[in-house]
């Protein structure tokens, strides 16, 4: 079988996890790595035994590429999968696949009339604790959804990683760190009707800023979720608690069995073993992205699933700077 030919763009933290994925998987070719910090690219090309390119124009005339793997900041994204899109190569992109809707809407055209794939890198669909509740919901554990609580929280974006927090490169908040749960919603409970956010930001003078950002989606069935976004933690936290008429699936991150079922009416209630999470999701993500590349399976997250996330994010960021709740027709588009 001929190995899939794999080139990464951006030598930061995801494009270094990507590599170190890459380079682990079978029938996978690491062609090229394409960066702008010369001294520090040349590191990583030796690191990862691969030629490396200061930009996508040279490693197309100089190597063999199958696949584009996209791990820069967002607001790059729109030109490098056009430019990769014209050269017809398939192409993987970091979430959120754009700034706006309509860059993303662009983004799919050019890919679909160019007949090249577009995979876009939603992880949780790759966490097993998140998988997990879904196949739950799927075979009627809780029941018909009443009310969803989900949160998120990371610290405040370091130095080193200021572009997350420049809205005009990152989409901010709502769109970088919210598109997470945004996506996984609306896959597993179906469409967005109506979003309701408040965004708090504390920013003095010698003090460390922190950002805070609360959401309520109603959805098309009734079901009412509730989202907690924050730039404001010591470390890392997530939790849900997905319930319904017949029972409640609960997960905290920070718990050593931290994906629970419990039934309306059961004196015990069922945990899942902490042994499942072990598996790498991001190696999975990856894993599966090569399956759709040589045609054994199709996207769990497909190109459209990636737009009606962030058309839920735009929705949550106009709700909080008008105040008011936004109403979303078919399609997830702003009414």
């Not at 910090?37 to 124009?57: H, I, K, P």
């Not at 604790?129 to 974006?157: D, T």
Request: aromatic content about 6%.
């Amino acid at each position: 079988m001929n190995k899939v030919k794999v080139a990464v763009i951006g030598i930061g933290k995801l494009g270094l996890r990507n590599l170190n994925i890459w380079s682990r998987l079978k029938g996978i070719e690491i062609v090229g790595i394409i960066g702008r910090d010369q001294e520090r690219l040349q590191e990583v090309g030796e690191q990862f035994g691969a030629a490396t390119f200061t930009s996508v124009e040279d490693l197309l005339s100089q190597a063999e590429v199958d696949t584009f793997d996209i791990c820069t900041p967002t607001d790059t994204h729109a030109a490098f999968v056009n430019q990769i899109a014209q050269a017809k190569k398939h192409i993987i992109c970091a979430k959120p696949l754009a700034l706006t809707s309509i860059e993303a809407e662009q983004m799919i055209a050019i890919c679909e009339q160019n007949n090249v794939q577009l995979l876009v890198g939603h992880t949780l669909q790759f966490f097993p604790e998140y998988v997990n509740a879904k196949e739950q919901f799927e075979k009627g554990a809780i029941g018909r959804p009443g009310v969803i609580r989900m949160s998120r929280g990371v610290p405040y974006p370091s130095k080193d990683r200021e572009w997350y927090t420049d809205e005009q490169r990152s989409g901010g908040l709502f769109l970088d760190l919210g598109v997470h749960e945004f996506e996984w919603i609306q896959s597993t409970f179906g469409e967005v009707q109506r979003v309701m956010a408040k965004h708090v930001k504390h920013t003095q003078p010698n003090e460390k800023p922190i950002e805070y950002g609360l959401v309520t989606l109603r959805m098309t069935d009734g079901t009412i979720v509730h989202i907690e976004l924050s730039w404001a933690e010591t470390k890392f936290r997530s939790s849900f608690e997905l319930t319904g008429n017949k029972g409640m699936i609960t997960y905290n991150h920070e718990e050593s069995n931290p994906v629970t079922l419990a039934i309306h009416g059961d004196v015990s209630s069922v945990v899942m073993s902490k042994s499942m999470l072990r598996r790498d999701p991001f190696a999975r993500q990856l894993e599966h992205f090569v399956d759709c590349l040589t045609g054994k399976k199709n996207p769990i997250v497909s190109s459209l699933d990636a737009l009606l996330a962030i058309r839920i994010s735009e929705a949550a960021i106009k709700s909080a700077a008008v105040g008011q709740p936004v109403t979303l027709i078919e399609g997830g588009q702003v009414k």
